[in-house]
């Protein structure tokens, strides 16, 4: 089935550090690909999305690109900030016909940011 | 804002009692989804709604029930609760046919004695 990989973590940088979290994916078709993000006692926020390879989502500083090739969407940004702390969760929608709706989550990395 | 919100927020049960877990949402939105957050696990699908009346199952359904008699309500029950049910629950929305991006409620936590 379909399934998401992620690294747990904790990842701690300090602040101003590059930040690159790796996510690898096995799906059939051509799956959305999302990053969503969870500040300490919030629920999951939408940090970026892809829909097609190639695809290069952005938000806030944040990074992806669907490499189908390499079946990854890595999370990327180049100056991290203590704001930055919480946990960061990759997922893929399954495409119309190709099984249950939903979400597949990977278990999500806490990044941890000191100043 | 997608105009989702989950009540209770907090609670404590003791095991063998039934629990409803409700989500609102005020935006009329087609597709809504119960997921439960544990550590190791990241988010698990439990059971989604594709309108009113129309629920299937998702990966982790085993205990739980759900319905949905208006758009606006998506009712998530633990017909005798267990530990292994102790878990912060999410609903979400999505918005419809080729819009895959789903929206997160504030969260349930449960804990189950």
């Known amino acids: 089935g379909d399934s998401v990989t992620q690294m747990e973590g904790p990842v701690t940088l300090s602040e101003e550090a590059f930040l690159t979290i790796n996510c690898t994916y096995t799906a059939t078709g051509y799956p959305s690909l999302f990053w969503y993000v969870q500040y300490p006692g919030e629920g999951l926020q939408l940090l970026l999305k892809a829909t097609k390879a190639d695809d290069k989502g952005s938000n806030k500083g944040f990074e992806a690109t669907y490499r189908k090739e390499t079946t990854s969407f890595h999370l990327e940004k180049g100056s991290v900030q203590v704001s930055d702390s919480a946990v960061y969760f990759c997922a893929l929608s399954v495409p119309p016909g190709g099984g249950a709706d939903g979400l597949t989550f990977g278990k999500g990395t806490h990044l941890i940011i000191q100043p | 804002d997608a105009g989702i919100t989950q009540s209770p927020r907090h609670k404590v049960t003791e095991t063998g009692t039934p629990v409803t877990l409700r989500c609102h949402q005020t935006?009329?939105?087609?597709?809504m989804y119960w997921y439960r957050q544990d550590p190791g696990h990241g988010l698990r699908l439990i059971h989604y709604s594709y309108g009113v009346k129309d629920t299937d199952k998702g990966e982790v359904s085993d205990g739980y029930s759900v319905s949905r008699s208006k758009t606006e309500d998506f009712l998530l029950t633990l017909e005798s609760a267990t530990s292994s049910q102790t878990s912060v629950y999410f609903c979400?929305?999505?918005?419809?046919?080729?819009?895959?991006?789903?929206?997160f409620g504030p969260g349930t936590r449960l804990t189950v004695l």
């Open positions: 979400a929305i999505r918005e419809g046919q080729g819009k895959d991006t789903q929206y």
């Open positions: 935006e009329n939105h087609r597709y």
